[in-house]
């Protein structure tokens, strides 16, 4: 396993951790259609909840919420509007990314609720 994997998975789990602290549901981890993956998907309040979480070493020049590009955002409504028709979801969609960004044993993590929204255009 590479480190950036190892920072990757830490961070996935620091992230399901400070979720399931503040009150979400966690239904999926790691959920996979076809070729694409959500890191997370979670319920609370009467929302379904879309996570993806980047994980960066500190000095790592680009921020790991800068991760989640146009290409990334496709990826993740299609694989949330793949997992909402296979289990008949009827609640409302929200997009949230959760940075994890480490230094040595320390890490600072953030909460970014409603990140995107899905558009209309392809």
């Known amino acids: 396993m590479t480190r950036q994997q190892y920072l990757g998975k830490k961070g996935e789990q620091i992230a399901l951790d400070k979720m399931i602290a503040e009150g979400y549901r966690i239904l999926k981890q790691n959920w996979r259609h ?16 879309i996570v993806e979480v980047k994980s960066r070493s500190v000095g790592f020049q680009e921020n790991p919420r800068d991760a989640v590009n146009m290409k990334k955002q496709r990826f993740l409504i299609q694989a949330a509007n793949a997992y909402i028709h296979k289990y008949d ?7 949230d990314i959760i ?22 255009r392809h």
């Open 34 to 49: 076809r070729k694409k993956e959500i890191d997370i998907i979670a319920e609370k309040d009467d929302f379904l909840i």
């Open 89 to 95: 979801i009827d609640l409302e969609v929200r997009f």
């Open 99 to 120: 940075t994890v960004v480490f230094d040595d044993q320390e890490y600072e993590i953030e909460h970014i609720e409603d990140a995107f929204y899905p558009t209309l």
